[in-house]
């Protein structure tokens, strides 16, 4: 079982930037690759990155290529996402998440998923 903590969200200026943090919980954290989505209201939960276990090998939407970089640290059991040049579409929760695979960006093959957190940029 791993229970997923996300933090970092806010308000930030179109063109800035802001990291978000996931905690998990659970000796299995180094073992499982991670993910974040994002979802607005009456819209479906869409892929954002995502990380290898190792943290060696990672995905991304299209839309966040360039800006948005996912990373982990095992030994913290934390996964972060630093988004930079925030645009207003971005504005979303953004959700945190534990995949058994060894690497996924379809939300469906995720199996644990944090609370989100809310990330508004302002144009």
């Known amino acids: 079982q791993v229970q997923l903590v996300e933090s970092g969200g806010g308000l930030v200026q179109a063109g800035g930037s802001l990291t978000l943090s996931c905690a998990a919980s659970?000796?299995?954290?180094?073992?499982?690759?991670m993910g974040w989505f994002q979802q607005v209201p009456g819209k479906e939960r869409e892929f954002v990155a995502a990380?290898?276990?190792?943290?060696?090998?990672?995905r991304y939407a299209d839309s966040v290529k360039g800006r948005f970089t996912i990373s982990r640290d095992n030994a913290k059991n934390t996964v972060y996402l630093q988004m930079n040049s925030l645009q207003a579409e971005d504005t979303a929760v953004y959700y945190c998440?534990?995949?058994?695979?060894?690497?996924?960006?379809?939300?469906?093959?995720?199996?644990?998923w944090g609370q989100g957190t809310q990330v508004t940029v302002s144009s």
């Open positions: 998440a534990a995949t058994r695979l060894a690497i996924a960006t379809a939300k469906n093959y995720f199996n644990y």
């Open positions: 659970g000796r299995t954290f180094s073992s499982i690759a």
């Open positions: 990380v290898s276990w190792s943290g060696t090998v990672t």
